[in-house]
């Protein structure tokens, strides 16, 4: 079965500083996709990263890293240089396709990040 | 290009009433799925539509249905509410066919509370 586990209910960093957020993941299928998203309070997701089962690097897209163990099956998200703004709910996406022909994207239960000034 | 709407934003309903929420995708976007999110139970995924046909459905009564139109745009409708319905409904549109790599750009959500 599809499995996403966060295991940091809350992180705290200091602003400037980079900050790890720990995603491991449980799947059969060889394809999958992992993603991030951000949740600021006002409830829209945002998407920050993917990360393809297949790529051979780890995927980048400006502050933001995915630091991508295909052994050990996890995807942490890299922020570097925390800004205020980063302070938000993160959380990680595995999407994978099914038998009958569709999609799944299931949801981690999320990170609260809180950046310090 | 206009993100994906969700309407309304918040509700408030009874116990025992129904509701319909709706969704427009990003133009050009053909695929629309539905997620609940509360802070117990965290995001969970009830619906997946595309081209109008329901493609994937995740662990909800059958209280919980969806419909897509041919313009894509979507609606979901919870009937007999139940106090534990209270959440936030989010929808995301995602491009083409859905693949493994397709990202989805989610709405912000209709915040539903049954009193």
């Known amino acids: 079965a599809q499995k996403i586990t966060q295991t940091q209910p809350g992180m705290f960093v200091q602003e400037k500083e980079a900050v790890t957020l720990d995603c491991t993941y449980d799947?059969?299928?060889?394809?999958?996709?992992l993603f991030w998203y951000k949740q600021p309070s006002s409830g829209e997701m945002i998407f920050l990263i993917y990360q393809g089962s297949y790529d051979q690097q780890n995927a980048t897209e400006g502050r933001y890293s995915l630091n991508f163990q295909k052994a050990r099956k996890s995807a942490n998200l890299v922020i570097s240089a925390s800004q205020l703004g980063d302070s938000a709910m993160y959380f990680c996406a595995m999407r994978e396709g099914l038998r009958t022909g569709g999609f799944k994207t299931i949801f981690g239960a999320g990170t609260r990040l809180f950046v310090k000034a | 290009k206009a993100g994906v709407t969700q309407t309304p934003r918040y509700l408030i309903k009874t116990r025992g009433q129904q509701v319909t929420l709706s969704c427009s995708p990003i133009s050009g976007h053909r695929s629309v799925s539905w997620y609940q999110q509360t802070p117990g139970q965290g995001l969970q995924f009830l619906f997946e539509?595309?081209?109008?046909?329901?493609?994937n459905k995740g662990n909800f009564p059958g209280r919980f249905s969806g419909r897509q139109f041919s313009n894509s745009r979507s609606e979901m409708n919870v009937s007999t509410l139940e106090l534990g319905d209270s959440a936030l409904y989010l929808c995301?549109?995602?491009?083409?066919?859905?693949?493994?790599?397709?990202?989805?750009?989610f709405g912000q959500g209709t915040r539903l509370t049954v009193v």
């Open positions: 539509y595309f081209s109008e046909t329901q493609r």
């Open positions: 995301a549109s995602s491009p083409g066919g859905g693949g493994v790599n397709t990202e989805a750009f």
């Open positions: 799947t059969s299928d060889p394809s999958y996709g």
